[in-house]
């Protein structure tokens, strides 16, 4: 069995090199268990699969083996956690008309299941760094598994919405339980393409919302659409209860920690806030804005959150693997303006530029997307010891509050059918993301050659 030990960045974002050793047996479980040890280490159990001996060539295949089999798995868990927003807004037109439901109400929907989210996350957080990830990650898998399951049955807007906030949990545990996996067993070079990696795994679920289960609910209705989601998530949450080693021992309670966040953990979150409020509003209300502005059938429309999704999985990698120290600090910013223009031209779009939608909605994907996993990369870059997953949740909630706050006030102009308007608010938070993102950037760099002299 080889054993991986790798070093997580400290406050600087400096980290060691992983040391593989020891032999690999054939047909292990996948590597997760780790536990944190000294300052700005965390030291995890890499449990590869294949068969090799010594430290050579085998040793380092079979590591890449398991890293890859680990980073399949954290994609689904980020897949299922938000799968529900996607649905509902690639559904959108549908449950709009066979539930009865408003725009207004619809929007509602991304409100609860975030609101619940950010109220949850800083307690996810926590629980994630006590119990470890692979009972967070089975937990949410299957938490997920019964609230579409719920979905797919809801006769009304009540259960509905219940349905909803029991989706929150899943989204508070997600961030934190697959970047403490991460810290524990992938080696510090290849965390940044992991980890953007991962977090495509929500535009995977984009696109499975808006292209293969749209097409799904076309011939055999929304609900069988939903219902095999949940299928999909039962399975793989069984899956991970069975590949996942056992999480270490629970650690000692250390000092407590602070419920707010502070430093750069406190500047993130903020830049999340803004860029999930704009984010949301898109997920929730474009395919409602082809249907019912642009003409479009629903499952065309629906295609615009799987070129959504597909674009935002090209953007959250590469820009992942771009996010090193020293240049990961400015980004946040150049991808704040980057959304701010994708706003632009879904506005365009709403007058008689129809075909800049398409335009508007890759750009989301490469830019406003990308944002929230390039923070979880500096996230894990700067966490302190025992703070991996806290620091994350702390993130998290900033980015679930926004997806909270956004739709509901651009349902309130979407009834009217005022959706340029709507879409020139979504610029408004792009802008505001970017100017926190720059503003943080600024003042870190001057923090930093300060200490530097």
């Known amino acids: 069995m080889a054993a991986a030990h790798g070093a997580a960045p400290g406050a600087g974002g400096s980290a060691g090199a992983a040391r593989p ?119 949410l898998l299957l938490v997920a598994a019964a609230a579409l399951a719920l979905i797919a049955a809801a006769p009304g807007a009540g259960l509905l919405l219940g349905a909803v906030a029991l989706g929150g949990v899943p989204q508070a545990l997600a961030n934190p339980a697959t970047n403490k996996a991460i810290l524990a067993a992938v080696p510090t070079a290849r965390r940044g393409a992991v980890t953007g990696l991962k977090q495509s795994g929500v535009q995977l679920g984009a696109f499975a919302a808006g292209l293969p289960l749209a097409a799904l609910a076309g011939g055999l209705g929304w609900r069988a659409a939903v219902g095999t989601a949940a299928g999909a998530a039962l399975l793989a949450g069984v899956w991970a209860a069975c590949a996942l080693p056992n999480d270490p021992p629970a650690p000692a309670a250390g000092p407590r920690t602070p419920w707010v966040p502070c430093g750069p953990v406190a500047w993130l979150a903020g830049f999340s806030l803004f860029l999930g409020g704009g984010i949301a509003s898109v997920n929730t209300y474009l395919a409602l804005f082809g249907v019912r502005e642009l003409a479009m059938d629903p499952t065309t429309a629906g295609t615009l959150v799987a070129v959504l999704g597909v674009t935002g999985i090209a953007g959250r990698v590469g820009w992942s693997k771009a996010a090193r120290p020293g240049r990961a600090e400015w980004l946040p910013g150049w991808l704040g303006s980057g959304a701010l223009g994708a706003a632009v031209l879904l506005a365009a779009a709403a007058g008689p530029a129809r075909p800049l939608v398409w ?95």
């Open 21 to 139: 050793t020891g032999t690999a047996s054939a047909a292990a479980p996948v590597p997760v268990s780790g536990t944190e040890t000294g300052t700005g280490t965390e030291t995890g159990t890499a449990v590869v699969a294949g068969t090799a001996t010594g430290t050579g060539t085998g040793t380092a295949a079979a590591e890449r083996t398991a890293v890859r089999r680990l980073t399949v798995l954290l994609t689904c868990a980020m897949a299922f956690s938000m799968l529900q927003l996607f649905l509902l807004g690639a559904l959108g037109p549908r449950l709009v008309d066979e539930l009865g439901i408003t725009p207004t109400v619809l929007g509602l929907t991304t409100t609860i299941g975030f609101g619940t989210a950010a109220v949850l996350s800083p307690v996810g957080g926590r629980i994630v760094d006590r119990f470890g990830p692979r009972r967070s990650l089975v937990a």
């Open 359 to 453: 335009a508007g909605a890759v750009a989301v994907g490469v830019f406003a997307v990308s944002g929230n996993a390039v923070t979880m990369v500096i996230v894990m870059q700067r966490a302190a010891p025992g703070r991996a997953g806290q620091d994350s949740a702390l993130v998290a909630a900033g980015f679930f509050a926004g997806f909270a706050a956004g739709p509901p006030l651009f349902g309130l102009l979407a009834e009217s059918g005022r959706y340029g308007t709507g879409w020139l608010l979504v610029a408004a938070e792009f802008a505001a993301a970017a100017a926190v993102g720059f503003v943080w950037a600024a003042r870190d760099r001057r923090a930093r050659a300060g200490r530097v002299r």
